[in-house]
Nanobody, 117 residues
């Protein structure tokens, strides 16, 4: 089994900063990419940022993604937050399990980020 557990979602004021974390655990052989997506109420899920195993990340303006391979953990640093950043943020990992020789995508349960005064 593989689990992705996000943390760090809270209520924050506009202009504030927040760091989300997501730790992958279980029978993991290798993780190719880890990323963050978000879904606002009534909208489709969208990609925020993704990072490869060598640390190469795609950034989205005010957001910075990073990864700790030793901990199978991905972070999302969000700065200058705006009300439109309010959404449920989901962690994703494209990985291979030790007992299954194929690559699959796994998702966390999501963490709510609310930007409001």
């Amino acid at each position: 089994q593989v689990q992705l557990v996000e943390s760090g979602g809270v209520l924050v004021q506009p202009g504030g900063s927040l760091r989300l974390s997501c730790a992958a655990s279980g029978s993991i052989a290798s993780i190719r990419t880890m990323g963050w997506y978000r879904q606002a109420s009534g909208k489709e899920r969208e990609l925020v940022a993704i990072v490869t195993s060598d640390g190469t990340g795609s950034m989205k303006g005010r957001f910075t993604i990073s990864r700790d391979n030793a901990k199978n953990t991905v972070y999302l640093q969000m700065n200058s937050l705006k009300p439109e950043d309010t959404a449920v943020y989901y962690c994703n990992a494209y990985l291979r399990r030790t007992s299954v020789p194929v690559w699959n995508s796994y998702w966390g349960q999501g963490t709510q980020v609310t930007v409001s005064s």
